[in-house]
């Protein structure tokens, strides 16, 4: 049994699926959709001349890291754990035939520090940030001080019951625009 875990994506119409870590092969065979929401494809239109800079708080173990490669021209990744960022150079390194060489990405450790004070040390503003976490709302603030004016975010937030709170902050207090508001993970421009 084959239990190594592989990227997929599928793109079925105008749909750009989520990458899938197939972690259990003999159980899902062939190509698996894991989220058929259009994060991605949001970001790729929002972002149609590209982004020159993106940082990313967490690669996600590489699979969205691989993917934002192809629409960024820098990214920056902050993760805590040197051997993580190991494994997730490793499994990027991998998808190149599927998205091409894989460039202009830091990786940067962080140790453990906590994910406020990543964001209150980042070096300089970016055109996107993406940012998965619990209570995402909280780092609004401090995330707006990071974008460049016009810039983009892409939030996941963990916990779904504070998903329409996030939306009314973002909407009413801040002013930001999305595509749509119903994805699991939302991609938002600032104004």
């Known amino acids: 049994m084959n239990n190594t875990i592989t990227l997929r994506k599928t793109t ?7 990458p899938f870590w197939n972690v259990h092969k003999a159980e899902r065979p062939n190509t698996c959709r894991y989220l058929s929401d259009s ?17 990313e708080i967490g690669s996600d173990m590489g699979r969205s890291t691989a993917w934002l490669s192809n629409i960024a021209q820098n990214i920056d990744v902050y993760e805590q754990d ?12 991998r998808q190149q035939d599927k998205y091409g ?13 906590s994910t406020m004070e ?17 209570t995402v709302v909280k780092y609004l603030p401090t995330l707006i001080t990071k974008i460049n004016e016009g810039g983009t ?5 963990w916990d779904r019951f504070l998903k329409p709170n996030l ?8 002013g930001f625009t999305s595509q749509r508001w119903d994805s699991a993970t939302l991609v938002v421009r600032h104004k």
């Open 12 to 18: 079925i119409g105008g749909h750009t699926y989520r």
């Open 153 to 157: 975010l892409i939030l996941d937030e």
């Open 101 to 113: 060489p894989i460039r202009n990405i830091n990786w940067i450790e962080t140790d453990f520090i």
């Open 82 to 93: 040197t051997r993580y960022i190991e494994l997730c150079k490793q499994q990027c390194a």
């Open 118 to 134: 990543v964001l209150e040390s980042l070096p300089k503003k970016y055109d996107a940030i993406k940012i998965s976490a619990n």
């Open 39 to 55: 994060t991605y494809q949001a970001v790729s239109n929002t972002e149609a001349d590209g982004i020159q800079w993106l940082a």
């Open 167 to 174: 939306i009314h902050v973002l909407q009413q207090e801040y």
